[in-house]
């Protein structure tokens, strides 16, 4: 009988970290997979209680995550991928590990720190056969894939000009005084040791640069910025002017102390026949308009939706999908393509549609040319 | 050590039933609850293949819902609750069964067809001391919650007025040709014998009913109605009057015919100080006014939101949560009772924040006024 | 020489009057229309400051309405038609006096207190061959106009339901204590005397009505109706059930203690093939839906919209028009009907785009039958 | 006796003309100012029909604008002010020569083409003793009045980023086929000649640099541009880098080709305490939200809204106001202070409150740094 079943391992998300439970709860939607092995929290204690907490067998729960990875591959019931939800500086060696002891990977942005670390990762992947994931989240939303097929289908023409932000207001109170940061989170953020060259840029700069690369299929080709750290030592706000490969401009903003925005990121994607928009907290709807036409409000679920955004539509129009199942369609995704690689079946294009190894290292690249233009008098640096 | 692992069966939901889907994966939100037994279909093939889809012990997956209660109910690692997600019809007699084999349960809306029943059920479930929840779904919006809890401060004042609608469009091609309707969802919906003596305010004006009961803590006195069939033998619009029993004046409207709305329940709540309101399809956020001042958006996650709405909150502000989530919060709450109720704990009145099967009954009295108030010239009719 | 030139007189509306300067002010939007006479307040001290400082000579400021309409009336250059701004309880007689000198009429609505008024009015005018005007504001906005026209044309195909309410919150003070009002303006609203048997129902309910008839083109059979008078003489909130001529259902709702609301005039109207929202505060959109697609944001000054929308469109798309220019658009229509009449020209239905006598007298009706209902146990009143 | 009435001119605005209308709509919103001469048109008929219309003096409609200003000049009852609305690159000359003769001047935006022009004007008007209102329309809306009466009190603190743009969609047929534009209305925009330097950033963009000077007070210390053509000869859409006087960063985005924008000027500050945003096509509310908070929809006409901005409200809150009021604002506190003046009053900063002159060169100024950017690798430019 075919194997449906998929078996998981996770590195970092202990009981009480974020985005590890939003990751095995985005996993859970999927009944067939199971979480088996991990190494949660270097602290012995918390990463027992996490492995009880799961019923995970107890020589599954690691202290080390170099011995999860040794271990883990010569098991015949070894785990199919590793979930990678580490602190951001950790990414990287982690996702490299795994990588060479044959599993595959998903791993939560950004990829790595620098360029070349993305590139080996990404040899090595190809070299062993592996899929990875890098956890884009909002390329998972059902409009958000609608969008991306109305463009591709040419249904706005060709893109002229891009307008994307991503304003939030949790640090407003690291304006200013200078001091660095105390509070655990803002040393995570605002420390470069923990969080490379950049903390807004890097953190949600790079949700822009995804979303808007997923939705138009653009690349950028330069970026001009202007970068504010308000006397910190990373950047707490940056305005990006853009170019992309076909010579249309675009204009980003990342902000973490902008009062009034939540999780505010919106793409406004403009082409010589038409328009579109999305915003993010607001996710089932797709603001669609054709030149001299009036704007239509579509939203998910409805019979006009079609491709991927209706496969991946899981309730019905008008009840809200959320940031859950955002990442649920990522994993989706990933583990019908591990299932068809392990049935030995071909992947097809649709079958790889999740954030790729190639946009992580985009991402990367993305960071390290807007901090060297705002270092720089906010001069075009190509990426 | 005490116990924390929760197990449930489910009858009804095989793998193509949508909202069995959707009860187990809220369900699954809760990390220590385990599907183990199940009745999911009426055809074998397709009961074994969802037990085998959830790798259930072949022996626990039954043919009768009957045999299920009776079985379960002599096993040592019985099932703690059932979850019912049968056809409406036959919530009656499954609730029964499952309760007299001392068995908690939760039950899909409406409860049941007649008050009778749901007096019964009531008896038969404080005599053995079983926990009931009826998933009104919205009631679990953390929103709905923080509206709630308002009003219970008396931030609004004394209510002096409610404004609430469901409007759909999904059965607008079931107007007005006068012949029975032949789709299956239609069957189920549009025929008495399995609808019971409403299709329209029996399945979404009763949610207008319990949200705003929720909300407002207020007891319907007496509806006066005007309801439409369009030819069919159940009605498909519905515009109700409404008087609470503290006098107060209210206007409830649910449609399935109404063109451009998708699931489009809304709620405001009128008082002498202030107002609310909230739109299910934007939930994360709530409308709140203060006599002579600005409204304000209000939106789950924020430092401003506490109590019940802050504790059930998963994500950060801005970040979307939905429907889901509804039901995850009512499981939650439901199956931490449960916990409660294994370790001989004492219950609190928050330990309860799920709709009891109270809240069921209301249900019920409801759409049987509005229903004779619609056939009698729209007289008012008490409930 | 074809005269261009049309003179007016105002009976109310001196300069401290708020809906008088709005009269003024619109009918200015015509260059050719002059105001030459009056009798503005029966202060003479505000009568003879109002003329002064419109520079009308001071043989044409009249102590005395009566004494206005007969000189006027035999002067060669006369007043062609007088605007009638006084408080509600003298409209009547004022327009009576003014028919009978031959005189057109524009009246602000209510058009009077008693059905038989109006019905005299009516013939009065119909025999002289007069223009009469009823000031419901609301009627003028193109989009208003426009909701009109794809009604007319079927595009949403046989109207089922409508629901519309008008909502304020500025009378919220009157609540409840059981004394008599004081304010000024509360006088006027709240005193029988002045205001007729209805407060709330008579000074916005009616422009439901008014908005909906226009828009929808059908007649209200009956109506059944909770009234809310807060211990108050006259009404402040009701909740009505309609019954349309053509057997389909409305709801409506006016309220003037409703926090949070401050002009909110909203108009749904749902049909076999899609749907139409108008929301007064926000008169330059109107939402259209067509079953099954999804909902476009048409607004006023696009190519797409054409007929006595497009005619009226005062400036480009997305420059904000107002209040004013609806006021504007109906003097425009009347004052372009009175050119055509001075110079003998055919009226067609379009010049007579404007609200008639027959609708000032269909609101009369309106708020009886409301009133009436609301007296008796919400029964339905026939119209 | 004080004199109340005042006089003035028109230069261009004959009948078709659009914006030339809009000036005397919103003048004739002060009962007591009167259009007694002009020279609307080159063309003899067209002039003459206009002064028809406005039965003006035959005397009073003049060939030639020099001539109007020297003979207008020495009459008694001479014009009082002059209101400029010729084509762009005649603004200069016109104003010039009124100035010389003694008349206060309106002039249209922009106030011309080189700053050494507008200097002289300034220095014409000042050795003068002159009123010189240059009409960025949108500094006239009450909404805008508040927010900048917010940003004064200190509400949000310290501002730190502003993000604003002005979109439309209305010349999105110029794209791309490189051939002249032919169109009149084309022609006007698309050629240096009459267009100056610019099209897009010249006629709209300049309304962003106004609109959020006017509010916050800051002043833009240098900008970086990207400016796309599409092939035209001047430019359809600009991305703009801006970093004010204090330090803080801006980006601003102008577009006639933005498919789906009517008109879409919308002005977001962001502050250390709070934050501002006004979208024009609303123009009567404001998003406001301090720091922890919800955001509040502060609208017009409600009680907490005071100074200037409740002064300056003409309708109830919820009435919508629009694109004439803002106008009529600006020419009412002009035709303010030119009373004052005529009556030797001392004039306060508040009667000031309208665009001045030196706001008119700040937008030249601007214009000309933008484009040279733009023309120069997005370079710093300082203004």
Same mark, same amino acid.
């Given at each position: 009988?075919?194997?449906?079943?998929?078996? *998981?391992? &996770? $590195?970092?998300?202990?009981?009480?970290?974020?985005?590890? +439970?939003?990751?095995?709860?985005? #996993? !859970?939607?999927? @009944?067939?997979?199971?979480?088996?092995?991990?190494?949660?929290?270097?602290?012995?204690?918390?990463?027992?209680?996490?492995?009880?907490?799961?019923?995970?067998?107890?020589?599954?729960?690691?202290?080390?995550?170099?011995?999860?990875?040794?271990?883990?591959?010569?098991?015949?019931?070894?785990?199919?991928?590793?979930?990678?939800?580490?602190?951001?500086?950790?990414?990287?060696?982690?996702?490299?590990?795994?990588?060479?002891?044959?599993?595959?990977?998903?791993?939560?942005?950004?990829?790595?720190?620098?360029?070349?670390?993305?590139?080996?990762?990404?040899?090595?992947?190809?070299?062993?056969?592996?899929?990875?994931?890098?956890?884009?989240?909002?390329?998972? *939303?059902? &409009? $958000?894939?609608?969008?991306?097929?109305?463009?591709?289908? +040419?249904?706005?023409?060709?893109? #002229? !000009?891009?307008? @994307?932000?991503?304003?939030?207001?949790?640090?407003?109170?690291?304006?200013?005084?200078?001091?660095?940061?105390?509070?655990?989170?803002?040393?995570?953020?605002?420390?470069?040791?923990?969080?490379?060259?950049?903390?807004?840029?890097?953190?949600?700069?790079?949700?822009?640069?995804?979303?808007?690369?997923?939705?138009?299929?653009?690349?950028?080709?330069?970026?001009?910025?202007?970068?504010?750290?308000?006397?910190?030592?990373?950047?707490?706000?940056?305005?990006?002017?853009?170019?992309?490969?076909?010579?249309?401009?675009?204009?980003?903003?990342?902000?973490?102390?902008?009062?009034?925005?939540?999780?505010?990121?919106?793409?406004?994607?403009?082409?010589?026949?038409?328009?579109?928009?999305?915003?993010?907290?607001?996710?089932?709807?797709?603001?669609?308009?054709?030149?001299?036409?009036?704007?239509?409000?579509?939203?998910?679920?409805?019979?006009?939706?079609?491709?991927?955004?209706?496969?991946?539509?899981?309730?019905?129009?008008?009840?809200?999908?959320?940031?859950?199942?955002?990442?649920?369609?990522?994993?989706?995704?990933?583990?019908?393509?591990?299932?068809?690689?392990?049935?030995?079946?071909?992947?097809?294009?649709?079958?790889?549609?999740?954030?790729?190894?190639?946009?992580?290292?985009?991402?990367?690249?993305?960071?390290?040319?807007?901090?060297?233009?705002?270092?720089?008098?906010?001069?075009?640096?190509?990426?």
């Amino acid at each position: 009988m075919k194997r449906e079943v998929v078996r *998981y391992g &996770m $590195v970092g998300g202990d009981l009480g970290a974020f985005i590890g +439970g939003v990751h095995r709860n985005a #996993i !859970n939607y999927q @009944a067939s997979t199971s979480l088996v092995a991990g190494c949660f929290n270097p602290s012995e204690a918390e990463n027992r209680a996490t492995g009880e907490f799961y019923r995970l067998d107890a020589d599954r729960v690691y202290k080390d995550y170099k011995e999860m990875a040794q271990k883990e591959s010569q098991r015949e019931d070894k785990i199919d991928f590793v979930s990678i939800v580490t602190p951001n500086f950790m990414h990287y060696e982690v996702a490299k590990e795994f990588l060479l002891n044959g599993i595959h990977v998903v791993c939560e942005k950004p990829l790595c720190f620098e360029v070349a670390q993305g590139e080996e990762l990404k040899a090595i992947a190809k070299d062993k056969g592996l899929l990875f994931a890098v956890t884009y989240s909002y390329s998972g *939303y059902c &409009m $958000v894939k609608f969008a991306r097929q109305l463009i591709k289908e +040419g249904k706005i023409g060709s893109i #002229i !000009n891009v307008n @994307a932000e991503y304003p939030q207001e949790w640090l407003i109170d690291e304006l200013g005084n200078g001091e660095k940061s105390t509070t655990k989170l803002s040393v995570w953020r605002m420390d470069p040791l923990y969080a490379g060259i950049s903390n807004c840029v890097g953190d949600i700069g790079t949700h822009i640069e995804n979303t808007v690369a997923y939705i138009t299929g653009l690349k950028i080709k330069k970026v001009a910025a202007k970068v504010d750290r308000f006397n910190q030592e990373l950047d707490l706000n940056a305005n990006i002017l853009v170019e992309y490969d076909n010579g249309c401009s675009g204009s980003y903003w990342c902000s973490q102390v902008s009062v009034g925005n939540m999780n505010g990121l919106t793409v406004r994607i403009y082409g010589t026949l038409g328009a579109l928009e999305w915003d993010q907290e607001h996710p089932d709807y797709l603001r669609f308009t054709l030149k001299g036409q009036a704007p239509q409000i579509l939203s998910r679920g409805n019979g006009y939706v079609y491709g991927r955004a209706a496969q991946l539509s899981r309730i019905p129009s008008g009840h809200p999908e959320g940031y859950y199942e955002a990442f649920a369609n990522i994993y989706k995704t990933f583990i019908g393509a591990i299932l068809k690689t392990i049935h030995n079946e071909q992947l097809t294009q649709e079958d790889l549609d999740f954030p790729q190894i190639d946009d992580g290292i985009e991402g990367v690249k993305f960071v390290h040319a807007v901090i060297e233009s705002g270092n720089d008098q906010s001069k075009w640096v190509t990426l």
